[in-house]
């Protein structure tokens, strides 16, 4: 039970870096994505609290160079 998207989209690889700080998203079918899929491996668990939680969404929406938007969907854990 991890992140969905990378699958969901089949996306593979890691996403690459603007400066050094700034995550640029995957993109497929003209859709950006980001997900914590895309910075651990896929058979490795991932335990989820909630201070882990919002520093993961705080890092998504802060440090991703997302561009103009229509629509922002959120993959998260369970719970």
Known sequence: YGPSMPRLLNIHGRPQT???KVLR????YGLKVMSMGFL???ETPMIWRGPMVMSALTQMLREVEWGPLDVLVVDMPPG
Do not use: I, L, S
């Open 25 to 28: 998203p995957m993109e497929n």
């Open 18 to 20: 603007v400066d050094g």
């Open 40 to 42: 651990v491996d896929e």
